[in-house]
Nanobody
């Protein structure tokens, strides 16, 4: 069973930066489409950014120009660089793997942005 492990969350001031990492087990990482999602208290879990196996990316409108998703296939890791963060970015951030219509989630990492 593939496992995902997020790291890099924490407390950051508004306007600051944070980089999240998601390490993925197994040998097929380069074939996976990967995504970062977030869920704030009382709200649904929404897509933040996605990256396909061939490197194409997409972003939620709320983070365009501030967040960057990337992947390092040699390290089986996907990243989310978060710049110019805002208090409304506060949420638990989850990594998700999609492969042939199947999905695996990480356990999540808390990001808190103070004003």
């Amino acid at each position: 069973q593939v496992q995902l492990a997020e790291s890099g969350g924490g407390l950051v001031q508004a306007g600051g930066s944070l980089r999240l990492s998601c390490a993925v087990s197994g040998s097929l990482f380069s074939r996976y489409n990967m995504g970062w999602y977030r869920q704030a208290p009382g709200k649904q879990r929404d897509l933040v950014a996605g990256i396909t196996s061939d490197g194409s990316t997409n972003y939620a409108d709320s983070v365009k120009g501030r967040f960057t998703i990337s992947r390092d296939n040699a390290k089986n890791t996907v990243y989310l660089q978060m710049n110019s963060v805002k208090p409304e970015d506060t949420a638990v951030y989850y990594c998700r793997r999609e492969y042939w219509g199947t999905y695996v989630w990480g356990q999540g990492t808390q990001v808190t942005v103070s004003s």
